[in-house]
T-cell receptor, first 113, second 117 residues
């Protein structure tokens, strides 16, 4: 089955700097890769997603890149702000079924003012 | 946007009792809902897939007789933790898709913090 590795587990940056979180997946059949932001004790919220027919997607300060050959995808946050501090999870659709998302272990991002 | 309502947000129960958690899609019909479990500082683990009008599909290692799932309508799925024990204490989250495509975004409920004493 699908296995998703996420790095780093913790990331601390200065306000205004960029943050990059990387994930790798094992199932070449996976074709949907969402990223979620979860604040403490709250539900995960979708911040951006990418499908396998696209190599890059951008939404304001957030961008995601996908390398299907290498089976890895990354989240890029530019001009970080303190409110970006949260845990970020990457996920990959397992076996082509969107519902069967396999999540990475999460990255705790801290943005210092 | 699509809203998923989950209740209760917090519940404390005694060991041996059962707890029911509800997950509702408020402004869309969800043929399929998903239940996850999240331990502190860990990732979300899919427990089961709930299909309206049929039996839930459980992930390997999840006891179907302990975690009863009912999906009685297109807008409601329930998870009942039966004979709860302290090790069942966790954060339970449901999700549903608002789209028809298999890769439509998932919308999560706010989660239920279960504490078994």
């Amino acid at each position: 089955g699908e296995n998703v590795e996420q790095h780093p587990s913790t990331l601390s940056v200065q306000e205004g700097d960029s943050a990059v979180i990387k994930c790798t997946y094992s199932d070449s059949a996976s074709n949907y890769f969402p990223w979620y932001k979860q604040e403490l004790g709250k539900r995960p919220q979708l911040i951006i997603d990418i499908r396998s027919n696209v190599g890059e997607k951008k939404d304001q300060r957030i961008a995601v890149t996908l390398n299907k050959t290498a089976k890895h995808f990354s989240l890029h946050i530019t001009e970080t702000q303190p409110e970006d501090s949260a845990v970020y999870f990457c996920a990959a659709s397992g076996g082509g079924s969107q519902g069967n998302l396999i999540f990475g272990k999460g990255t705790k991002l801290s943005v210092k003012p | 946007g699509a809203v998923v309502s989950q209740h209760p947000s917090r519940v404390i129960c005694k060991s041996g009792t059962s707890v029911k958690i509800e997950c509702r899609s408020l402004d869309f019909q969800a043929t399929t809902m998903f239940w996850y479990r999240q331990f502190p500082k860990q990732s979300l683990m899919l427990m089961a897939t709930s299909n309206e009008g049929s039996k839930a599909t459980y992930e390997q290692g999840v006891e179907k007789d302990k975690f009863l799932i009912n999906h009685a309508s297109l807008t409601l799925s329930t998870l009942t933790v039966t004979s709860a024990h302290p090790e069942d204490s966790s954060f339970y989250i449901c999700s549903a898709s608002s789209g028809q495509a298999y890769n439509s975004p998932l919308h999560f409920g706010n989660g239920t913090r279960l504490t078994v004493t």
